[in-house]
Every structure is written in C-alpha cells, then in structure tokens.
C-alpha cells in the first residue's frame, strides 16, 4: 500500500536526522495516513479513502466531500478519488437539467 494521501497526493519527504554531535543521516517522513469513510451528499453513498489527517480537517472545514472535490486540483487527486468527483459532477448536472425542465 503507498504512503501517498488521496485527496491531497500528500507523500513522504526526506530530511536528516541530527546528532547532538551534529552527525547527519537521511530518514524519511511520513505523512499521517488513516482509513476513514467519507459520505457523499450527492451520490448518498460512502467511500472508503486513505487521506492524510490534515486532509480530513480540509474536508471537514470545506463542508464535507463534495465541496472538498469541487475545488481539488484533479491533478492531486488519486484515480478513485478522480472517479468520485466526476460521479458527483454528472449528477448534480443532471439534477441542475431537471430542476430547468
């Protein structure tokens, strides 16, 4: 499984550890990735994503999962999260045609 947030495309990074003797050796950082459930008003469905915890603040700020992939780059969206933001953008379309009808 990658360590990569699929909301954000949030991955590792790499620094140094530093000694007190000033000694430096490469280690990594990892992002803080949990399993949550997210619904979607929209589509009135969950979705199980792997998003950093900063990411899932984002989402809670922005209003929820919808509103959170509207304004997403889709550059840094992972492929399913990708799938999402199109279902949810093809169904509030067709809902906007119907309430014109």
Known sequence: MSRVCELTGK???SGNNVSHANNKTRR???P???DTTLQSETL???FKLRISASALRTVDHRGGLDAFL???KDADLSAKALKIKRDIQ???????????A
């Not at 093809?90 to 014109?100: E, G, M, N, P």
Request: net charge positive.
């Open 90 to 100: 093809k169904s509030s379309d067709t809902t906007a045609a119907a309430l014109q």
């Open 44 to 46: 009135g469905r969950s």
């Open 11 to 13: 991955g590792p990074m």
């Open 32 to 34: 803080n990735l949990n």
């Open 28 to 30: 990594r950082f990892l």
């Open 70 to 72: 509207a304004k997403a």
